[in-house]
């Protein structure tokens, strides 16, 4: 089992700046990858983000240059650093954790994009 917390969400103005972040408890040593998805109402979930356990990064085509992943081992986090926000990022955005024939998800938070 694996247990994420997200935090962090809330409202920015367009080209503001905002970092998620997960907290992940429970069997940490088996996750291979850790990433954040989004969904917009009325549209379907989408990768923002994802770090394998290689440290290896990979974002969705529509945050690349704006967003950044990171991981923190010894405080067991993953954080998600949002730039030049736009209001089309607006959704809300969960954690996600991939082991060998699992995978869980936080609850989500909300990030709302507006003047």
């Known amino acids: 089992q694996v247990q994420l917390v997200e935090s962090g969400g809330g409202l920015v103005q367009p080209g503001g700046s905002l970092t998620l972040s997960c907290a992940v408890s429970g069997y940490v040593s088996r996750i291979y990858t850790l990433g954040w998805y989004r969904q917009a109402p009325g549209k379907e979930r989408e990768l923002v983000a994802s770090v394998d356990s290689h440290g290896n990064k990979n974002y969705g085509e529509l945050v690349k240059g704006r967003f950044n992943i990171s991981k923190d081992t010894s405080k067991r986090t993953v954080d998600l650093q949002m730039n030049s926000l736009e209001i089309e990022d607006t959704a809300v955005y969960c954690c996600?954790?991939?082991?060998?024939?699992?995978?869980?998800w936080g609850q989500g938070t909300q990030v709302t994009v507006s003047s």
């Open positions: 996600n954790a991939y082991l060998p024939g699992a995978q869980y």
